[in-house]
């Protein structure tokens, strides 16, 4: 016998028509850049529209990108804001047939053409604050057929076009081309533990699931009564899925474009009424330092709608969890996730019958949460081994979920999947942590060389081959050292060749070229020698231990 249930496709046209009919009033507000003031900083100007015009919008993309001869699958890159227009990219793009990969603004120049050539993308859509960069993309990308700017242009841009211009000229899509629900909708590159960054592409039907089941209450706790500030960048996991999520379930959107800073977010949180917003510690930290000023100086912000800020990217410390909720009366929910996650894997809701803000309510909140329905975790030990679920034993986190990738763009980085002897595929997150009974995952330390920095990711690697490269270096292991603004800077701890020395100073400035300057080690730290492991590679988690604590300034250039 069979189900005789519809075979109905989860799509993204399945929200954008939701967005179109049933919440078309609904508005989305964005922090546009309206010019420069005397020191060159941005001028906000606020842009109000509404789901309906958006979804317009939407369609007139989607039949514009139809009008260009791409095929079903066929790559548009952008490098853009948070904004509606985005939002309309997000939406229309796919709903097209073809796939939004969205690339990082923050990464170095080299590193974006490198993206947009791996990824073949045949279009790309830039944000007018990013035009300069145009020319030189265009040299080096030659599959790049043709580039739409998004906001106005001063003057024109020999191979650019206007996406305005474009989008208005086309009627909306009348009919939706046939889409699978396994067809590619949208593509993040996530950075590789050593070498290049892999490609994510996540389908339409990931899409579809991870929005429903990222809104109930138990999860991030979206519905159609929301204002929705999603700080997190546009171009990393889809914005956490934020804004297909709100969409879905009817939330106002609100944008804050480049505007990242404490008072500039304070401000859009109470002006549009925001009740849920979200973002990396960094952002937190520079948006306390400014309530707590406020408070100070007795002019409080009024945030009373505010019921959540989701924090993840990065672990949120306890003292930031209380912080809020004591000098504020603001509730942070932490929540995990990685770019090849989609990103929802955990929330820290507490069990209920756990007062949140008990000793045991922060303990339980300051980990990384529960999986939300349809994520299964498991700890693996080294050699492959299942780990028990004893809050104790330390283990490779791994995951599967519908949403969860299966492979990497061009087969790269396989080892990252694998099936057990369960018979199912798992992703290996290269996380180390505990999970305890009751399900609750707590994140130990990182298997990857990698650096979280203000929510991006730095190469240790990559550090570490162009420090290498100095003639007066013999050895070099980059590795992360705590910070209170960025969570992590990179420590650069260097042997020198018998009979030289070198500063920080010639360091940094002989890889400046290499670098955006953010990847830049904040700090040098000259020794004898480094500790090796048994197959030959530097022991960076004894190194980690050993320079816990290690503050830049304090010994830069001698032995610690
Ligand atoms: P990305 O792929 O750039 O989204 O980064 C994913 C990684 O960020 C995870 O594998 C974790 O190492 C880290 N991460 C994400 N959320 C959290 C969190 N709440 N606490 C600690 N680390 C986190």
Known sequence: MQGNMMDVQLTIPTILERMRTQYAGREVVSLMVAGRDEKGQPIPH????????????????????????????????????????????YMGVPSAGLVLHTVNIRLHP???????????????IIENVFAAMIPAIRAACPQIERVFVMGPLPQAIPGAEDYDAF???????????????????????????????????????????????????????????????????????????????????????????????????ARLLQEEEVTITAGVPTIWMGLLAELDRAKAEGTPYDLSRLQTLISGGSASPESMLRAFEDRHGLRMLQAWGMTETHPLGTASNVPVGVDPT???????????????????????????????????????????APWVASSYFKGEGQSNFFTLDDGKLWFDTGDIVTIDERGFMHIQDRAKDLIKSGGEWISSVDLENAIMAHPAVAQCAVIAMDDPKWDERPLAVVVPRPGQTVSHEELVEFITPKFARWWLPDATVITESLPIGATGKFLKRELRDQYRGYKAGSQATSDA
């Open 358 to 400: 008990s000793d045991e309510g922060y303990a339980l909140r300051a980990k990384q949460g529960r999986a939300v329905p349809l994520v299964e975790l498991a700890l693996l030990s080294d050699d492959g081994q299942l780990l028990p679920h004893d809050g104790k034993t330390m283990g490779r986190l791994i995951i599967r």
């Open 110 to 124: 080299e590193q974006v053409v490198w993206i947009l050539n791996h990824a073949e993308d045949r279009v790309l």
């Open 167 to 265: 989008v208005m000229a086309h009627e909306p899509l009348a009919r939706y081309p046939d889409l699978e629900e396994n067809a590619p909708a949208a593509m993040c590159y996530t950075s590789g533990t050593t070498g290049n960054p892999k490609g994510v592409i996540y389908t339409h039907r990931s899409t579809v699931l991870h929005s429903l089941a990222s809104a109930p209450k138990d999860a991030l706790g979206v519905s159609e009564a929301d204002s929705v500030l999603a700080i997190v960048p546009m171009f990393h996991v889809n914005a956490w899925g934020l804004p297909y999520t709100c969409a879905m379930y009817g939330a106002k959107q609100v944008f804050a474009g480049v505007f990242s800073d404490g008072p500039s977010i």
């Open 46 to 89: 606020k842009h109000r529209t509404t789901y309906g015009a958006v979804a317009d919008r939407a369609l007139r993309l989607a039949s514009a990108m139809q009008g260009l001869g791409l095929n079903p699958g066929d790559r548009v890159a952008t490098l853009c804001v948070n904004s509606f227009r985005h939002l309309e990219a």
